[in-house]
């Protein structure tokens, strides 16, 4: 077997496991939000959705990027195979962690009469915020504990804690609120952050120990020192980001209205939602390899080349399905109040696929460790798809927010392209290129033709079905396994041919 044969074969073997954990954890959410939405209605929704934002921005700013830089550093002490600078990062990690989870429950708690003003809409929901202090506090221990786990590729043990971690704060939550009723929204919002720490806690205590001599404490703060240089641009490009979609959604509701903004939302869900098993996954295991192969831009090239053609695989029959049966998928998801949004949720798929194309070129500017320039652009294109929005939602409308999503991404793209060229030497494979058109180019032809035809979702089918076919068949070839499809086999072999990729 080939270096290049296993490679895509463990990319493969990967998104599976950490897809297939996405799509159960997705289900799994869906039915916790409809048991909620019955038990509470749409004020303990609101409510709730208050509640998790507010924590989840203070635990965002609290754990100062240790998630991402952590993981890093652990991947890149575990390639150099370098058993004493993994137990320094261990060590490391678990003070700084609880260092950052202390300090930021007890900002919380300090300004919780400020932040119950601001947020929640008075002072006599301070001692709610008081308790979101400790969901605080669980939230930066989980993000170490994952980054540990994610470092050192437990591929399966990352699958089973989300799954676990998200069956346990199914459980335990629906009962609190069936039992106590809205009385119980902050017991349910933190069961969230504990489960997840406890799961993490038992995953983290079965890893392999590290034999080390006693770690001074100069060891312990030179880690500590890049772990807050490198961390404190991730951190901050989360928080812009926060920022802007907050700014987003405000615009949209104050130029368009509550309904809008609703149809907005409703897109940019569904969007975000179906491709998390291919971000997913290659944020689990292709960040931490690509880390330890950065300083060789050979290896590095290859890999982001790989990465990128298999996402583009995995997600294309998805990208086609989803731009031709809109109308169907909104009203299934929701009713057909949402079908407004239909043209929204065009646009952002479209933008899909190019976002699926950047985000391995944009782990290089991750991996290589350059937080600033990582900063930078992502704050930039942020910025410009807020602006886009701001100044041409009262003319052009709701799909607007489709549009300079779109935009954002044939920006980003380009611009991350010639970072990773700068950092590595990169360039696309024959192949990348050739499928990052054609996608784009199908999805095109059948956002259009079913915006005017109602014949367009036969074509959606028949071609979201040849595409995933000819996947099938292309998967097949590269990761050179030698299982017979039969009939499917077959069927796969003719749309390589359609492709100029005969199976061999």
């Known amino acids: 077997m080939t270096d290049q044969v296993a490679s895509y074969r463990r990319i493969l073997k990967s998104s599976s496991i950490i897809g297939g954990a996405s799509v159960i954890n997705i289900l799994i959410g869906l039915v916790r939000t409809k048991i909620i939405a019955v038990l509470l209605g749409p004020t303990g929704i609101g409510l709730v959705s208050l509640y998790n934002g507010l924590m989840t921005t203070a635990a965002a700013v609290a754990t100062m990027g240790i998630g991402t830089v952590g993981t890093r550093q652990v991947a890149e002490a575990l390639a150099k195979d370098d058993a004493r600078a993994l137990a320094v990062v261990r060590r490391a990690m678990f003070w700084g962690a609880l260092l950052l989870a202390s300090a930021g429950a007890l900002v919380v708690w300090a300004l919780r009469e400020v932040l119950a003003v601001k947020v929640l809409g008075g002072v006599e929901h301070a001692t709610i915020v008081g308790w979101l202090a400790l969901g605080v506090a669980l939230s930066v221990a989980s993000a170490s504990q994952g980054a540990l786990i994610q470092g050192m590729r437990r591929i399966g043990d990352m699958a089973r804690l989300s799954v676990y971690g998200s069956v346990l704060n199914t459980v335990l939550g629906v009962g609190l609120l069936w039992q106590w009723g809205q009385a119980g929204l902050v017991a349910y919002v933190l069961v969230g952050p504990l489960s997840s720490f406890v799961l993490g806690h038992w995953y983290v205590s079965r890893l392999p120990k590290v034999a080390a001599d006693p770690i001074a404490l100069q060891e312990m703060a030179h880690q500590w020192q890049t772990l807050l240089r490198l961390g404190v641009p991730f951190m901050g490009a ?15 509701g104050n130029t368009l209205g509550a309904e809008s903004l609703g149809h907005f939302q409703a897109a940019w869900t569904i969007s975000m939602q179906y491709i998390g098993f291919v971000l997913g996954a290659m944020a689990a295991d292709y960040y931490p ?39 169907w998928v909104l009203h299934l998801l929701y009713s057909t109040e949402f079908l407004p949004a239909v043209e929204v949720l065009r646009w952002q798929i479209l933008g899909d696929v190019l976002k699926v194309a950047s985000w391995p070129l944009g782990f290089v500017i991750l991996a290589a ?10 704050t930039l294109v942020l910025l410009l798809m807020g602006g886009l929005i701001a100044s041409f939602s009262s003319i052009v409308g709701l799909r607007i927010t489709g549009i300079a999503f779109l935009v954002c991404y044939v920006v980003y793209l380009p611009m991350v392209y010639w970072l990773a060229w700068r950092r590595i030497g990169f360039v696309w494979s ?41 996947t099938l068949g292309r998967l097949k070839k590269m990761s050179n396994f030698g299982v017979n499809y039969g009939k499917i086999n077959a069927i796969a072999n003719k749309c390589l041919k359609l492709f100029g990729r005969e199976n061999e």
């Open 430 to 470: 024959g192949s990348v290129v050739k499928l990052i058109v054609i996608i784009f180019a199908v999805c095109a032809l059948v956002a259009i033709i079913c915006t005017h035809y109602w014949w367009g979702v036969f074509l959606t089918l028949s071609l979201s079905l040849t595409v995933g076919m000819y």
């Open 238 to 252: 989360g928080l812009v980001g926060a920022l802007v979609q907050l700014w987003i959604r405000v615009e949209v």
């Open 369 to 378: 460790g350059a937080g600033k320039t990582f900063f930078l652009s992502e």
């Open 289 to 327: 390899r690509l880390t330890g192969v950065i300083h060789d831009p050979k290896a590095a090239t290859r890999l982001v080349n790989e990465q990128t053609e298999i996402a583009l695989l995995l997600s294309a029959p998805v990208f086609i399905a989803m731009i031709g049966l809109a109308p």
